[in-house]
Every structure is written in C-alpha cells, then in structure tokens.
DNA sequence: TAGATTGTTAATCGATTAACAATC
DNA sequence: TAGATTGTTAATCGATTAACAATC
C-alpha cells in the first residue's frame, strides 16, 4: 500500500473528516462500506472517495467494497503513526488554556512538552500539569528538547517578532492563532492557521450578502 | 460600485486578508499602492488581487493604482456594513469563553446577546456580562429577540440534537466549533467550521509526512 | 504624449466528476 | 457466471494566471 508521491492539500484536508466518518461507523458496528454509501453520508460523490483513498494506494476490493477496520486502520495510521510531536504552547491566555486543553485531552498524536509565556502573571503557573515558562527560556528549551511542533496563541506582533527564532530551532509544523501569516514568510516549514477573526468576518459576509 | 452577483467562496474567504493587509497600511500611513506591490506583500498575484476586486466592482484607478483608503473603506464596507449581527453562545465551557471573549472584545460586527448551557454548575453564572441562561429555554429567548448567528462550542451529539431547532428558529449563521458537520444536513445556512480536531490531524499527517 | 496600471478577456492549471475496464 | 463495485483513465468544471486593450 501507500504510495503517496505528493497528496494534494485538498485531499489531506479531507482526511480528518473520512476518519470521523468511518471512526463514527466502526463504533456502531458497521463492517463493510461502499464509495457511495460513505458519499452519501458524508455528503460528497462517490468518486471523490474513491480518488482520495487511490491516493494512498487503494484501500478496497474491488466489486465488495471497503471493510470498515481496513479503512479505519489504514487512515489512522496516516494520520497517527510514528511517536507522538513533542509540541510547545506559546501563549497561556484564555485561548490558550483552551487549545492545549484540547490538544492534551482531546486530541491524538501529540504531546505537549512545555508552555510559555511572557506575562510575569502566568510565569510559575500551571497549564495542564506543566509550569508556565518564561519564553526567554524557549531557545534552550528547543535546543535540548527539540519539539517538532510549536502552538502560537499569541498576539500578531509577537508572533512575528518569534516567528524566525522558533523556524531557525527547528520547529517543523506550526498551529497558528495569531493573526501573523507565517506561511506568507517562511517555506520548508507547515502551518495550519486558525484565523479565529478572519473566520468570523468572512462568516459575516455571508450572512448578510447571501 | 458592488456588482457582487455570486461571488465565489474562495474569493470571500480571501477578503479578510485582504482587510488584514490593507489595515495595516492605512494605519503605516501607506496612501497608494498597486495590485503587484499588494500580491507581493501577502505573497499572490496582481492578477489575483485584481480579479478578486473586481467581483465587488473595481475599486481601483487605470494607470494609477488604488487608493488604500478608498481599498479600506469598500473592503471595511462588505465585510463590515449594516448592523451589528445579534448572536447567541451555546456552550460556555473553556472554550465557549475564549470564543466569545474573543468576539466580543476583537470582533466587529457582532453582538452577543445571550449565551445558554445545559450544566447546572454554569447556568447562573456570568460570562461577557451576561448570565447564562438554561439552554431549555433557548427556544423562546430566539422567538423574542431572533439572533442572527449561533455559535456552537458543545460536543457533536448536543450540536446534532440542537441543529435542527436553530435552523427553524431562523438562525441564519452557525460558528461551529463542534465536530458535527451542520453543513451536511442543511442548505439555506451559512457555516463557518473550526474544527480544532482536523486542524490538528491534518497539520500532524503534513508534519509526519513532508 | 508616454508610462503605468487597471479592468477584463483568454489561456492554463488543478481539482472534481464521470465513465469504464478490471476483478472480486 | 452475473452483479457489484473498485481502481483508473478521460472529461468537465472552476479557479488561477497570463495577456492585453482601455484609460488615467
């Protein structure tokens, strides 16, 4: 299986939404699917299932269909396998709290080693059993504990002031809530952006012009 | 100006970048500036730029460029214009506060006006100045004051079982941040996801696999 | 007028959908 | 074998990019 040579972002992005569909299935007993059955469901085309799942080398058989654990297997480890990311969170607000929250108990593959903050008020802290760190301390933090993923619950400028600091450490893959557009700046590295005002307006624009 | 029959959706979500840009410039004290110098900075093309303004009608000069107050106000305009939009919280866990603490301090164009929960421990309390109410009684608060927008910070099954009242009670946008895909089941509203949990398999499977 | 840069049409590119041969 | 459904190739659709005439 998987041959993988460029999956388009599209496709990538589908993924999450295939595993909580086949996940959800799995769960209520479900053994045996077809592209147009989960189309249906998910409310896509059946081609479209099956182009996506092609591009990871073809998960099904052909004239019966797609086993429910295969595909739950083979989709899980696309997106789970290997060690889990060592993550750093940067930033201890409100937001903050929420998503590394989120990240430790809701979510899975990740691990998150360290917070920081800049704030006198957070510094000494806790945030999901680690002690909030002064993020002067980040550089020898990174240098010895080399997390691959850092979570930025930061105001624009500084993640911006931050930004070139935490790609030279080696931060691979960023989660992105500050309204910075590190993709804009840096290539070589992954951002997923969470771009909580964007989404709200362009939200609002629809709602009043559709 | 404003012709704006159907704009396509990659072209709205593109407008508050745009915004962002254009923002920042103005406050730079940056009176002129062209469709390339523009696509430079936010890293697109002239083409791109242009294209994307003329869905709305133009709002530049031939020969000269566009006038970033003049790019300011149309885009503040589209995104921005009109009332306030009266929206309702659901759900004020963690999470719920860091959104609407968000929307309401940061955010422009909405209004929150009520925020509801099931739990007992929250109804009563207090949250952006207002008390949470029983979400039992979400119903009759809606046909009183008819808010626009709901955000939805409660797990899948809560979303699952409350949709379907919302959308009769003539909500018209959904903030979603459960992991029920509304947008699946109804038509005639607007959706904007944030689904934390793709957004970190996906940055996972890129940051695994690139 | 000449240079610059838009607005707009045409060409390209990529993603989605349709079709069908392979095969269980 | 016949029916079903995949894997995969071909056609379509839409979005992006390029080109150029209009015009400031």
Known sequence: MAVQ???SL?????????????SDMHK????????SELAKAMGTTASQVRQDFNCFGGFGQQG???????????ISTLLFSGEKLPTILIGTGKLGRAISGFL??????YSLVAAFD????????EICGLTIQDVSHIESFCR?????????CIPRSSAHALAPTLVALGIKGFWNFSHYDLSADYSDITVENVHLGDSLMSLGYRVRNE
Chains 1, 2 share one sequence.
Do not use: C, F, M, Q
């Not at 800049?118 to 802290?125: A, D, F, L, R, V």
């Open 144 to 152: 010895e504990h080399h997390p691959a993923v850092a979570v930025l």
């Open 104 to 109: 430790t108990k809701e979510a899975r593959g």
């Open 5 to 7: 040579n460029k999956v």
């Open 64 to 74: 019966i269909g797609y086993h429910v654990d295969v595909l739950l297997d083979e």
């Open 118 to 125: 800049k704030s006198e008020h957070e510094i000494g802290g």
């Open 28 to 35: 209520n007993g479900v053994v045996k699917v077809s592209s």
């Open 10 to 22: 599209p496709v990538i992005k589908r993924l999450p939404k295939y595993y909580r569909y086949i």
